[in-house]
């Protein structure tokens, strides 16, 4: 389970606040993730980048942004503009896109009060 | 954009039967197609994985089927254990593409 791991493992924000959730991996992976899990709805995607300042939009990029400054670190930042940010976040990260297993984090409870 | 249904969305069965969860896919370039069980409060992990120049791949008690030309893909899991009761999500992806994931299977193995 090591090698790639999200902090703070539970959040709470106040509405209106933004937040930024962290991830980082020390496989040396090119690839990054984020989704979000909600029940009944599976892992929807939010970003991922393939490589170093490179990132693209996922399914659901609305209210969220990132940034990949570095191989190791994917952090996540959940703006005031995401209309319901409450979930289960997780992190991934991949050899690459071509098709290989992806290496989930622990995951970030996100409670928005 | 590529589109993963998957069925069931609950799974009881008996301790020692057999459980297949099946998924369909849209993008006819989908050619990764992998298998991620989560147990409770844990983090997703691959239990197996096939690619599309393969129509089958088996591990122990673990086995995925490919059909490329109806475009869909099932695992199966035989001689169930308490410890198979997870959460399953199948997944698609074509090439230098992100992967897309089923809404996912609870899967209860009742002793």
Redesign the interface.
Same mark, same amino acid.
């Given at each position: 389970d090591g090698g790639i791991t999200q902090s703070p493992k539970y959040l709470f924000r106040k509405e209106g606040q933004n937040v930024t959730l962290s991830c980082e991996q020390n496989l040396n992976h090119d690839a990054m993730y984020w989704y979000r899990q909600d029940p009944g709805q599976g892992l929807r995607l939010i970003y991922y980048s393939q490589i170093v300042n490179d990132f693209q939009k996922g399914d659901i990029a609305e209210g969220y942004s990132v940034s990949r400054e570095k191989k190791e670190s994917f952090p996540l930042t959940v703006t005031s503009a995401q209309k319901n940010p409450t979930a289960f976040y997780l992190c991934a990260s991949s050899q690459g896109l071509a098709g290989g297993e992806q290496f989930f984090g622990p995951g970030t409870r996100l409670t928005v009060l | &954009?590529e589109n993963v249904e %998957?069925h069931p969305?609950t799974l009881s069965v008996q301790e020692g039967d057999s459980a297949v969860i099946k998924c369909t896919y849209s993008d006819s370039a989908s050619?990764?197609f992998?298998w991620?069980k989560q147990e409770l409060g844990?983090?997703?992990?691959?239990i197996i994985?096939i690619?599309s120049n393969v129509g089958e791949k088996k591990d122990q008690r673990i086995a995925v089927t490919l059909n490329k030309t109806a475009k869909h893909f099932s695992l199966h899991i035989t001689e169930t254990q308490p410890e198979d009761s997870a959460v399953y999500?199948c997944a698609a992806?074509a &090439?230098? %593409?992100?992967?897309?994931? #089923?809404? #996912?299977t609870k899967l209860q193995v009742i002793p």
């Amino acid at each position: 389970d090591g090698g790639i791991t999200q902090s703070p493992k539970y959040l709470f924000r106040k509405e209106g606040q933004n937040v930024t959730l962290s991830c980082e991996q020390n496989l040396n992976h090119d690839a990054m993730y984020w989704y979000r899990q909600d029940p009944g709805q599976g892992l929807r995607l939010i970003y991922y980048s393939q490589i170093v300042n490179d990132f693209q939009k996922g399914d659901i990029a609305e209210g969220y942004s990132v940034s990949r400054e570095k191989k190791e670190s994917f952090p996540l930042t959940v703006t005031s503009a995401q209309k319901n940010p409450t979930a289960f976040y997780l992190c991934a990260s991949s050899q690459g896109l071509a098709g290989g297993e992806q290496f989930f984090g622990p995951g970030t409870r996100l409670t928005v009060l | &954009g590529e589109n993963v249904e %998957q069925h069931p969305s609950t799974l009881s069965v008996q301790e020692g039967d057999s459980a297949v969860i099946k998924c369909t896919y849209s993008d006819s370039a989908s050619n990764y197609f992998p298998w991620y069980k989560q147990e409770l409060g844990k983090r997703p992990q691959l239990i197996i994985d096939i690619r599309s120049n393969v129509g089958e791949k088996k591990d122990q008690r673990i086995a995925v089927t490919l059909n490329k030309t109806a475009k869909h893909f099932s695992l199966h899991i035989t001689e169930t254990q308490p410890e198979d009761s997870a959460v399953y999500f199948c997944a698609a992806s074509a &090439g230098y %593409q992100k992967v897309t994931f #089923g809404i #996912g299977t609870k899967l209860q193995v009742i002793p």
